[in-house]
T-cell receptor, first 115, second 114 residues
Framework: AQSVTQPDIHITVSEGASLELRCNYS??????LFWYVQSPGQGLQLLLK??????LVQGIKGFEAEFKRSQSSFNLRKPSVHWSDAAEYFC?????????????FGTGTQLKVEL | DTAVSQTPKYLVTQMGNDKSIKCEQN?????MYWYKQDSKKFLKIMFS???????INETVPNRFSPKSPDKAHLNLHINSLELGDSAVYFC?????????????FGNGTRLTVT
């Protein structure tokens, strides 16, 4: 069964500092991996995705993530955080189950940005 | 141009009532989903429909009945509401042919059962 672990429930960084959010996945084949962001009262917005090819993927809002198969990780990074980045971040792995496709989400990491 | 829209945004009701949440997408996608987000922000898939056909049912109580009149709509009807049903329900859509499973989410319906 596919699963995702986000070990950090809360992270606080200062504005302008770098950010790394951790994500580890479990999946039997080559995974489809995603990062989503959820602002308060909003739905989830796709930041970036990995399917194949270059293991360093670029996303919106200056985010990037690196797929490391040996570590089963897909960590999200941003070199300089802005106050508007404060939100909940979800890592997800996609796969097929019973003939259907589904995304399995991690429990999320809440990012707070100190001014 | 809302891609995935759900109504209502907020729903407050009493235990035992029956309620529905509607979802529509204008992305031309062929697959739609319902996800439930609990108070700890954990997101769990409930149902998935592809071209009006149910393809995923994640052991959801049969008080929850999804209905897809066409591939652009997926509604969720809940009978005999319970306190534990309080959550945010998200509708989402994707293109099965895209093979990448990127989901587009609605803004959610916050259901509060009192």
């Amino acid at each position: 069964a596919q699963s995702v672990t986000q070990p950090d429930i809360h992270i606080t960084v200062s504005e302008g500092a770098s950010l790394e959010l951790r994500c580890n996945y479990s999946y039997g084949a080559t995974p489809y991996l995603f990062w989503y962001v959820q602002s308060p009262g909003q739905g989830l917005q796709l930041l970036l995705k990995y399917f194949s090819g270059d293991t360093l993927v670029q996303g919106i809002k200056g985010f990037e993530a690196e797929f490391k198969r040996s570590q089963s990780s897909f960590n999200l990074r941003k070199p300089s955080v802005h106050w508007s980045d404060a939100a909940e971040y979800f890592c997800a792995v996609g796969g097929f189950t019973g003939g259907g496709n589904k995304l399995t989400f991690g429990t999320g990491t809440q990012l707070k940005v100190e001014l | 141009d809302t891609a995935v829209s759900q109504t209502p945004k907020y729903l407050v009701t009493q235990m035992g009532n029956d309620k529905s949440i509607k979802c529509e997408q204008n992305l031309g996608h062929d697959t739609m989903y319902w996800y439930k987000q609990d108070s700890k922000k954990f997101l769990k898939i409930m149902f998935s429909y592809n071209n009006k056909e149910l393809i995923i049912n994640e052991t959801v109580p049969n008080r929850f009945s999804p209905k897809s009149p066409d591939k652009a709509h997926l509604n969720l009807h809940i009978n005999s509401l319970e306190l534990g049903d309080s959550a945010v329900y998200f509708c989402a859509s994707s293109s099965r042919q895209a093979l990448i499973l990127a989901l587009h989410f609605g803004n959610g319906t916050r259901l509060t059962v009192t």
